[in-house]
């Protein structure tokens, strides 16, 4: 049972990435799936979560219009694409899932399954 987390890089401020995760040993259309963010020195925090099946998603107010994520279930894979991407943004991005319905309450519940961290840098 393994979610893998894959796509950080460098970006320029005002540029995108697309950051994929995908399981292996588990269905993700079973869970919602959610993406989490790191900084240095700063609480983890929720960014975009997902519902199994791809219809219902939730989304931080700092990221919306910004980042997109979204479900590709034949490749059991979740991605978040990423846009117009600020110095704030940088942090090391995770997945993680869990049982439930994506809402803000959603990232109350230490999910049971995460990925590794991929770091995203945003800088000039």
């Known amino acids: 049972v393994q979610l893998q987390a894959s796509g950080g890089g460098l970006v320029q401020p005002g540029g995108s990435l697309k950051l994929s995760c995908e399981a292996s040993g588990f269905t993700l259309a079973d869970y919602t799936i959610g993406w989490f963010r790191q900084a240095p020195g700063k609480e983890r925090e929720g960014v975009q979560c997902i519902s199994g099946s791809g219809g219902s998603t939730w989304s931080e107010d700092s990221v919306k219009g910004r980042f997109t994520i979204s479900i590709d279930n034949a490749k059991n894979t979740v991605y978040l694409q990423m846009s117009s991407l600020k110095p704030e943004d940088t942090a090391s991005y995770y997945c993680?899932?869990?049982?439930?319905?994506?809402?803000?309450?959603?990232?109350?519940?230490?999910?049971?399954?995460w990925g590794q961290g991929t770091l995203v840098t945003v800088s000039s």
């Open positions: 993680a899932a869990a049982p439930g319905v994506p809402t803000s309450t959603w990232y109350l519940v230490t999910p049971g399954y």
